[in-house]
């Protein structure tokens, strides 16, 4: 029995032993992981960049009446707020995120009735919620305000009537 045991045993460790496949595939893995950890992945900054830029573009199709193109600048905040939240997971501010959702919905909201003065005023609380955002997060030399110029002047943001 002892020795039905032992054999046994031997055998299973001997099918256990890594063979070449098992360690090909094993470098395969550590060279997908070198390649995954160089691949580019924007930072809180480029992020944040991005949802200023669209920020921007919300106030002017929303000042145009341009409402289709206020509702694609209104859902890239919010996909841009989710990307962020999901690829900064370690900083602290992404923590934060969840406060400007509500703005956002507003702002939706304002955006499908097509409501130019509750746009306006819901802008302005999506703004506010921002520059609270930033002075919450140590953040607050970064200020937040209604555009006062477009930023591009190679989109038209009224539409032809």
């Known amino acids: 029995m002892k020795n039905t045991v032992l054999f046994s045993l031997s055998i299973l460790l001997f099918s256990c032993q890594p063979t070449n496949n098992s360690k090909e595939l094993l470098n ?83 955006i499908q009735n097509k409501d130019t003065f509750d746009f306006k005023n819901k802008f302005q609380e999506l703004t506010a919620t921002c520059v609270s955002c930033h002075q919450a997060t140590g953040f607050e030399f970064i200020q937040i305000q209604i555009p006062n110029f477009k930023n591009f002047s190679n989109q038209k943001f009224k539409l032809k009537e």
């Open 28 to 110: 395969q893995i550590k060279a997908l992981k070198i390649k995954i950890s160089n691949v580019y992945k924007p930072g809180f900054g480029e992020f944040m960049g991005n949802i200023q830029v669209h920020h921007s573009k919300l106030w002017f199709a929303g000042k145009a009446k341009n409402w289709k193109l206020a509702a694609f600048e209104i859902n890239e905040l919010k996909e841009n707020f989710k990307n962020l939240q999901k690829q900064e997971t370690n900083r602290q501010e992404s923590n934060m995120i969840p406060m400007i959702i509500p703005a956002l919905n507003s702002m939706s909201n304002a």
